[in-house]
T-cell receptor, first 112, second 113 residues
């Protein structure tokens, strides 16, 4: 039972354009969401997060949007760069020392 | 640089032969996690230690055990590996439990022959 769903296994975007990675969740108790980025042969690294009290969080080229009513969040990367090519994992948790629940990931390829 | 280190990078074992994966950290974090990730699947939490307090996930098979002899080291023991246990095993740390990001090692890719 996937509580965090990333329905697109892969995405290709041209360099300089916007990349939009989507994530849906089913557990309404989730109140904190994170995106991780993973290069081949490396572990996932934290990218950006958002609390459920916000609907947007921005960090440089990366912006995460949260739509609680739709149980949907998205990661926008603009402009996309070849170095952004990686697997992106969406993760969620709810308060109370609960562990992170991950999605299956989306492989982003940014084409020069 | 402070980091999370997993050894070995690749591990091959035989069906039924016990295997141990190791993780060390220089971050002095209280919490250490073990995740299992099979191909094209989401990382799945097996268990975590909050300091010396061991927390097993309900659906983690008994075949999987863990030890944390000190703050820096954590081991994953698979007592009798089956073919279905072939996966990437990721170790992660965090300063405390709660709304905080995890720091991951590079993982150990386990193959079972």
């Amino acid at each position: 039972d996937q509580q965090v769903k990333q329905n697109s296994p892969s995405l290709s975007v041209q360099e300089g354009r916007i990349s939009i990675l989507n994530c849906d969740y089913t557990n309404s108790m989730f109140d904190y969401f994170l995106w991780y980025k993973k290069y081949p042969a490396e572990g996932p690294t934290f990218l950006i997060s958002i609390s459920s009290i916000k609907d947007k969080n921005e960090d440089g080229r990366f912006t995460v949007f949260l739509n609680k009513s739709a149980k949907h969040l998205s990661l926008h990367i603009v402009p996309s760069q070849p170095g952004d090519s990686a697997v992106y994992f969406c993760a969620a948790r709810h308060s109370g020392n609960t562990p992170l629940v991950f999605g299956k990931g989306t492989r982003l390829s940014v084409i020069a | 640089d402070a980091m999370v280190i997993q050894n070995p990078r690749y591990q091959v074992t035989q069906f039924g032969k016990p295997v141990t994966l190791s993780c060390s950290q220089t971050l002095n974090h209280n919490v250490m996690y073990w995740y299992q990730q099979k191909s094209s699947q989401a990382p799945k939490l097996l268990f975590h230690y909050y300091d010396k307090d061991f927390n097993n996930e309900a659906d983690t098979p008994d075949n999987f055990q863990s030890r944390r002899p000190n703050t820096s080291f954590c081991f994953l023991d698979i007592r009798s590996p089956g073919l279905g246990d072939a996966a990437m095993y990721l170790c992660a740390t965090s300063p405390h439990r709660g709304l905080e990001k995890l720091f991951f090692g590079s993982g150990t890719q386990l193959s079972v022959l």
